[in-house]
């Protein structure tokens, strides 16, 4: 199931390791099979992709029998290497991995996901995109207009720099175009990624005319243009070759970005009249507060207030319960087990239950059935087209020219359904479609968002979108999204709006009171008084509250073994624990509960008031079983820049020519299990003693962190503000004591 599942032993594996390194917690930010375009315009998916503030990381997980350079034909590796060195032209960070690695290694493997993206990654969710709502004529909506009012208003009052806050596909860009055409003078849009220039520069040939446009890209330099559409990445490396007074208007495009060190250079150097940013996304998952940058809003429009404004379609929903048991399928944070879902799954009962739906329900309407793989898509397919409907499956395993007739029937022809499971990532909607049908169990928000916005697009004669949720029974741990678990909706009245504009809305429920269905609603026949009460608990939104052991260990001045061995013995009992695979669990703790713990066990919280003052009394009650701990601290005084960073290879030097050093004088190195005791190391046996002891000890406390670049270690900025020329002095004093005691006590 290419583009929107595990589909691999390999990747399976990789999420499992993941899950162990960074929390479960992290899966969210974790994308499955992310669709790109490699520098030929072929698209092609990644494995796994992340995105933080500063960068996008790509993950590829290699088969033994297809990326290995020996196993496969010459033409099938040379394509890998061209998408991978699309990947990095378009800025990605590219990892890989193999197969036997994450089976026969995975401690390695999560050694390095945590060197490669830092201990404690703050990604970013990826948005589920809404569909385009605009066609060839660019006619304002009016919030769109209301959002230009204001940034007017904004002007006149003297602001500089606002946010503008507008879902996926309701046309932010068109807004920012128009604001941009109304105020004149010349333009700056800055993006991340390379064909997003080319998709705002589209909108803006349709908005302003008028205007010149150019690119300032890796392979375009346009500078003299009206608008220029830059990406930051080219842009901010040849700031110099523009004058600070070049645009009167700059366009920040996914602006919770917009903290990153590229961002804040551009900003620094241009003078612009006035700053716009534009994000699907509010919040940043770094913890940094966009307002604290962009300072005013100008305008709100998430999924809830589009479909309340009628700029999407209401909908409502009905729930389909099956005879399926979920309970005992693993999970591994971000899917179910292949296996384990498999033999609950796809069995003929369950099919057919599809079909009798669609049979019975919404014969003839036009119908996206979304399914668990493209064995099951073709199933229901060719179910349905026994029972004389036209129905077709289709997946991103279709050649281009099948695939866009099949879409093609479906939307303007007699193809009545379709039977898809990777087809979401295409950026394919339908206008059309007037009922979804969610029969592939996911735990997934945004592939759930992404199923759902296939149908929320407005069409001539479409009143509202029907979602049928076909619901397996689950644990409260596994439970798989419904359309009223994404929405916090704990009451399921069959047929009712779940979004809807608040006339509809009222007029539908005084039609229930009177005991009518509304014409709008389909022909079920179910009593208006079903309903239920929904048990709502997700353990995903329950911990985004929490704080992880991970985290646990962090805050309290105890090593991570201890904290470990307390929750197993019973004297630190988690708030929540949430099984995984076979035998994992992973605990969380509520803020109060840590307090309460700390106390209780007479451990100190470290919190970022007093993470200095614990770092300098660390140092100097610093237990020793070797001498590493001082000699790590005096290499990082010696070799780190402006900002407390320190290259790994210079801390590695520092090591190796200290015990060297030593010997060469005729001094004991170290104990004689050491390796500097006993000679023959390696620059990678020194690097891997540094990073395991005694760098892990200053890490668990955050005192110490692994940069996202590999080879730098730099002290946590809240400690390193903080402390004097002075403080430094005491350190590298209070280390040679250290280490003068340290060998005296060798000695003997």
């Not at 678990?485 to 229930?512: F, G, T, W």
């Amino acid at each position: 199931m290419k583009a929107t599942s595990v589909n691999s032993r390999a990747e399976e594996l990789f999420v499992q390791l993941f899950c162990e390194a960074f929390g479960p917690e992290k899966t969210e930010n974790l994308q499955v099979q992310y669709p790109c375009v490699d520098i030929y315009g072929r698209h092609r998916y990644i494995d796994f992709a992340l995105e933080s503030s500063e960068s996008k990381i790509a993950i590829e997980i290699d088969g033994e029998t297809y990326h290995n350079p020996s196993k496969v034909s010459e033409n099938k590796y040379a394509d890998d290497l061209l998408k991978q060195n699309s990947l990095i032209y378009d800025n990605w960070k590219v990892y890989r991995w193999i197969y036997s690695q994450l089976e026969k290694q995975p401690e390695k493997v999560k050694d390095e996901l945590i060197t490669f993206l830092g201990t404690s990654p703050m990604f970013k969710a990826f948005e589920a995109d809404l569909p385009v709502q605009m066609g060839q004529t660019i006619e304002l909506r009016d919030y769109q207009q209301e959002a230009i009012d204001n940034l007017k208003k904004m002007r006149e009052g003297g602001k500089t720099i606002a946010l503008l806050y507008h879902a996926t596909g309701v046309g932010k860009t068109i807004t920012a175009a128009t604001d941009a055409k109304a105020v004149g003078g010349r333009t700056l849009f800055l993006v991340n990624a390379l064909k997003l220039a080319s998709q705002a520069k589209e909108t803006f040939a349709k908005v302003w005319p008028e205007a010149t446009l150019g690119e300032y890209t890796g392979s375009q330099k346009d500078m003299t243009q009206t608008v220029i559409f830059a990406t930051v990445q080219s842009i901010s490396k040849d700031l110099e070759k523009f004058s600070p007074m070049d645009f009167d208007y700059l366009i920040v495009d996914e602006c919770h970005h917009a903290a990153a060190n590229t961002y804040q250079k551009i900003f620094t150097y241009f003078h612009p009249k006035f700053i716009l940013g534009l994000t699907a996304t509010p919040e940043r998952s770094d913890g940094e507060d966009m307002l604290e940058l962009f300072q005013n809003v100008a305008h709100k429009m998430d999924l809830k207030t589009a479909v309340e404004r009628g700029v999407l379609v209401p909908i409502r929903c009905i729930w389909v319960k099956t005879n399926i048991d979920l309970t005992d399928v693993r999970i591994n944070g971000i899917k179910y087990n292949s296996q384990d879902l498999e033999s609950k799954l796809f069995i003929p009962e369950r099919n057919q239950l599809i079909v009798d739906t669609y049979l019975k329900y919404v014969n003839g309407k036009k119908t996206v059935i979304f399914c668990a793989s493209v064995d099951h898509a073709a199933e229901i397919a060719k179910l349905l087209r026994d029972s004389g409907v036209k129905a077709e499956a289709v997946s991103g395993r279709d050649r281009v020219e099948a695939r866009e007739k099949i879409l093609k029937d479906y939307e303007t022809g007699s193809t009545n359904v379709l039977c898809a499971c990777d087809l979401l990532n295409e950026g394919w909607d339908s206008p059309h479609t007037t009922v979804l049908f969610m029969a592939r169990p996911t735990m997934s928000k945004t592939i759930y968002l992404q199923q759902l916005g296939r149908g929320t697009r407005r069409c001539p004669g479409k009143d509202d979108l029907l979602v049928i949720d076909f619901v397996d029974n689950a644990n409260m741990f596994n439970m798989p999204y419904s359309l009223h678990r994404v929405l916090d909706i704990s009451k399921y009245q069959p047929m009712a709006y779940v979004l809807a504009p608040e006339n509809k809305r009222k007029l539908d429920q005084d039609m229930l009171f009177q005991g009518e269905k509304p014409e709008a609603w389909l022909d079920v026949p179910i009593d208006v008084s079903d309903y239920e009460i929904i048990d709502l608990f997700n353990w995903q939104n329950s911990v985004k509250d929490m704080i992880s052991q991970i985290e646990f260990v962090r805050m309290v001045d105890v090593q991570s073994e201890t904290v470990e061995r307390y929750i197993k013995d019973g004297k630190v009992k988690p708030d929540l624990s949430i099984p995984f695979g076979d035998k994992r669990m992973f605990h969380y703790f509520r803020e109060e509960s840590v307090r309460n713990i700390a106390k209780q066990y007479g451990w100190d919280l470290i919190t970022p008031q007093n993470m200095a003052d614990k770092f300098m009394k660390f140092i100097e009650t610093m237990d020793m079983s070797f001498s590493y701990k001082p000699v790590l601290l005096k290499a990082i005084y010696e070799y780190m820049d402006s900002n407390g960073r320190v290259a790994l290879p210079d801390v590695v030097d520092y090591f190796i020519d200290f015990y060297e050093d030593r010997k060469a004088h005729g001094m004991i190195a170290e104990k004689s299990t050491s390796i500097y005791q006993k000679g023959g190391y390696t620059r990678k046996d020194v690097e891997k003693n540094i990073l395991s002891n005694p760098f892990k000890r200053f890490e668990d406390m955050r005192f110490l962190m692994r940069c996202k670049d590999v080879e730098t270690i730099e002290v946590n900025p809240i400690i390193f503000r903080k402390l004097t020329r002075e403080d430094w002095l005491h350190i590298v004093d209070v280390c040679d004591k250290s280490l003068e005691k340290y060998y005296l006590r060798l000695k003997k």
